[in-house]
């Protein structure tokens, strides 16, 4: 799969961090708004995986007569911020959508901040990611990214890979469209190599296999900021079930308050899956092995 790593965490019981309060002390603060937030979560009903759009960063700077990229650059504290809060609060996956394939049209000097950005942001937290215990990896089609910043990925998929708390995948060059037609295409790869038994008709479980996420929990979660209400080609397979939050808060000023206002407001809706109130969903089964695409 394009040469990323993806890792098996799927089921419905997947273990939240069992003292939370533990993690998060010194973290956030007595008595603050972050704290009354705090105490409303259950920690047994988190969601498995949030996946998040980031996005008003160039309007962010542009409110304060700044270039693009001081937006961009502001952002990575947002990046930080919500990462560590995850890994604290016990979460399986977080996936941040960073970079599309139709980010390719920017200029070029805007593409290069981005990238180096990225750069900046892996040699600086990484860190940061082995305390917390946190898994870095990728999502898109790395292919497209360029030598150097393949090398470096790699380098911190590779450093995290034993770490066991926090799945934290980035989407780079990444559309939900294209993921679907690389999936398509892999199936009709091993299809047409495969001289083994009759092939089975494709389900929505093989499918899946063949995503960047397989083996991931999709998302219960998608959180939008800046106000927009589209989700821009992201993720279009796994969030058929997800539960929507929007805020206008712009990227660069969200910071764990917003992501823990998400999480109550996520646990205060309830979520049917088509079926009637009072019915509960088949178990799913677990799986805690990584494995390799």
Request: with cysteine; hydrophobic share 40%; glycine share 8%.
């Amino acid at each position: 799969m394009l040469g990323c790593r993806v890792f098996s965490r799927v089921g419905a019981h997947i273990p939240a961090m069992q003292r939370p309060a533990r993690d998060l002390e010194g973290f956030i603060a007595k008595g603050s708004p972050e704290e009354r937030l705090l105490v409303q979560i259950d920690f047994a009903r988190l969601p498995r995986h949030v996946a998040i759009i980031m996005d008003g960063n160039g309007r962010w700077a542009n409110t304060r007569n700044l270039p693009r990229a001081a937006g961009h650059r502001a952002g990575i504290q947002a990046v930080r911020d919500v990462v560590e809060t995850s890994a604290r609060l016990g979460l399986s996956v977080l996936t941040l959508y960073a970079f599309s394939v139709e980010n390719w049209k920017r200029p070029r000097r805007e593409v290069d901040t981005l990238m180096g950005l990225l750069r900046e942001y892996l040699r600086k937290e990484l860190m940061t990611l082995q305390r917390n215990n946190i898994a870095f990896n990728v999502i898109g089609r790395v292919e497209e990214l360029s030598a150097a910043i393949r090398r470096e990925l790699t380098e911190g998929m590779e450093a995290t890979r034993g770490n066991s708390g926090l799945l934290f995948n980035i989407a780079l060059s990444y559309g939900g469209r294209a993921e679907i037609v690389d999936a398509c295409n892999r199936i009709l790869h091993d299809r047409l190599h495969d001289s083994g038994a009759p092939a089975a008709p494709v389900d929505e479980a093989l499918f899946a296999r063949y995503l960047y996420t397989a083996g991931q929990p999709d998302p219960d979660l998608l959180i939008r900021t800046s106000g927009e209400l589209r989700i821009s080609n992201f993720l279009l397979w796994q969030i058929a079930y997800a539960e929507i939050w929007v805020t206008d808060t712009l990227w660069p000023d969200f910071r764990k308050r917003e992501f823990l206002q998400a999480i109550v407001d996520y646990q205060k809706r309830e979520r049917r899956y088509g079926r009637l109130v009072g019915t509960e969903p088949e178990a799913v089964g677990v799986s805690s092995d990584k494995v390799t695409a």
